[in-house]
């Protein structure tokens, strides 16, 4: 069942608590599709609307809550159009949430001088004149299937516009290296290690390299970066370039400096920009990254954006923007590491430490590696830069192969140092599945075996080729069938956890209408490709 809809509220002080009543009265498990749109007039004269939001979403940034705050002071209105606080669950879940949901559906728009309540600052806004809300969605499905395969956040934004987009050919998915989580041996941020990141980049057959901040930092900077633009052009590379929000977050002259910044970049010969610490999702934020993306399109640039909130489905509208963060990625791990060195360095115990797994200095746990591909990406694509096989935290090797088949995005930034990965004798067998990564899938079937927070299990297509990965945060042995194969017989790389840090690769001739035993303990993983003989 899906149920979305829409209000339109005046400029005007108003409860609002009708605007919400339609979510309150689902009913489960009746199976319905829903839309509801309720219009009201503008009255006349001026008037301001407060809108406050305090209540965020319970898959902010991606981290999975088993049991849901009772949060009674919150209101569930986001503040400008295009934006959704979205509520995905699993079916034995629907009722606590719709529960929320209600409670927060009888607050609404709040008037401005509601006792208690700040009317600007961190927590709301003022805007003048007529506001549509946001869509409000409530999705629950029979299974896990279903939810992950649900287009309905993409598709209740705007198609693309056709002046803008009229061109499409330049968008291109694809795989980057990345030099800043690793530091790339000492030579992060330096002309020769960049290049050579390119090199390795060519060598695996990837499309793009991301150069993160400290470029700036580089000697006559701007000719620099057209060396390097050049260079990766002439090996089949685009570059990423990245800068901080808060260096091109001026409106003036409809956002004068944000423009010629994006034209220097063009003109160095850069495929896309990595935007980064808007880290919020206010008005001032949400036009800027719209400015972006408008800009971005008219130059034939890529987005990435970093330090955001989860997607929207903005990328149905503004097909540039190839990913975004919004999540708890594995840039995590080279926090936690740096964190622990600092504390070792002082000589400061931090075993005792109370923090959440996902918090800053802790490492990403598997329970998120099972989480994610059921929550955070059922909103859209997260940029999650997988694989780290030099700071794994407790995740073992082949779980952090595994996550760059389950955390989809049509641009995959590789977290691992290129130099290592390409050397360790240990990571061969994962760099031959890297070599070929998919960013896009034409097929995905979660297996009935998934349970969120414990086991992620899936069958992924690419052309005629599928692969089945797994990420588990608990111990797991079953038979899986093989009945999303075709008929015929398949020929199946296994890459598995061998229990010494690195891969055990073994092949065998399989048909579809068999089975394939998995074993994994806790925190380990495996990944399958599966190629019709």
């Not at 919400?20 to 599709?33: F, G, H, K, S, W």
């Not at 749109?37 to 001026?46: H, N, S, V």
């Not at 390299?209 to 590379?237: C, F, I, Q, Y």
Request: aromatic content about 8%; glycine content about 8%; proline content about 7%.
């Amino acid at each position: 069942m899906e149920n979305y809809y829409r209000t339109r509220a005046p400029p005007e002080n108003r409860t609002g608590a009708d605007t919400l009543r339609p979510l309150q009265e689902i009913t489960l498990p009746e199976p319905a599709d829903m839309i509801h749109k309720k219009e009201i007039p503008k009255p006349d004269g001026p008037g301001i609307s407060f809108f406050f939001q305090q209540f965020r979403s319970i898959l902010q940034r991606g981290r999975f809550q088993r049991h849901i705050p009772n949060t009674t002071n919150a209101v569930c209105i986001a503040p400008l159009i295009g934006i959704h606080d979205n509520l995905t669950a699993h079916k034995e879940h629907a009722v606590r949430i719709i529960g929320i949901v209600t409670r927060l559906g009888s607050r609404g728009i709040r008037p401005i001088n509601t006792p208690g309540i700040p009317v600007l600052g961190v927590w709301g806004f003022l805007l003048h004149d007529t506001v549509m809300t946001p869509w409000r969605v409530l999705i629950v499905a029979e299974n896990l299937n279903q939810l992950v395969n649900t287009d309905l956040i993409t598709n209740l934004n705007p198609a693309p516009n056709p002046d803008l987009f009229a061109d499409m050919s330049w968008i291109r998915p694809g795989r980057s290296l990345w030099s800043w989580w690793s530091g790339i041996d000492g030579r992060y941020m330096t002309l020769e290690g960049e290049r050579e990141v390119i090199n390795l980049a060519a060598s695996m057959g990837y499309e793009y390299s991301t150069l993160d901040e400290g470029w700036e930092e580089l000697p006559d900077k701007w000719n620099t970066l057209r060396k390097l633009a050049d260079h990766a052009a002439e090996k089949g590379v685009g570059l990423f370039v990245w800068r901080h929000w808060k260096r091109l977050n001026d409106p003036a002259d409809n956002y004068a400096e944000l423009q010629h910044f994006l034209d220097s970049v063009t003109g160095c010969g850069i495929r896309g920009v990595k935007i980064d610490f808007m880290n919020g999702e206010g008005l001032q934020q949400i036009r800027f990254t719209t400015a972006v993306l408008e800009q971005a399109a008219k130059r034939h640039l890529l987005v990435n954006f970093h330090g955001c909130q989860k997607p929207s489905g903005e990328s149905r509208t503004y097909p540039n923007e190839l990913t975004r963060e919004g999540v708890r990625g594995l840039e995590l791990n080279r926090i936690t590491a740096n964190y622990l060195e600092r504390m070792r360095a002082a000589g400061i115990s931090v075993s005792d430490r109370k923090t959440l797994p996902g918090d800053e200095n802790r490492n990403i746990p598997a329970s998120h590696s099972a989480t994610l591909p059921f929550t955070r990406c059922v909103t859209g694509p997260a940029d999650y830069t997988p694989v780290a096989f030099s700071m794994p935290g407790d995740v073992l090797p082949a779980q952090q192969l595994a996550c760059a088949y389950l955390i989809g995005s049509p641009l995959i930034t590789l977290a691992e140092n290129p130099f290592y990965l390409l050397k360790e004798k240990r990571l061969q067998p994962a760099v031959e599945f890297l070599r070929e990564l998919p960013t896009c899938w034409d097929e995905t079937v979660v297996l009935p075996q998934s349970r969120i927070g414990e086991l992620a299990l899936m069958a992924r297509r690419s052309g005629a080729t599928w692969y089945l990965a797994a990420a588990a945060a608990i111990n797991f042995q079953g038979k899986i069938p093989l009945d999303f194969l075709g008929p015929g017989l398949w020929r199946a790389t296994i890459l598995e956890d061998d229990g010494k840090n690195g891969f055990l690769r073994s092949e065998r001739t399989l048909k579809a209408d068999t089975s394939i035993p998995v074993a994994l303990q806790s925190n380990a993983g495996c990944v399958i490709r599966f190629v019709r003989q």
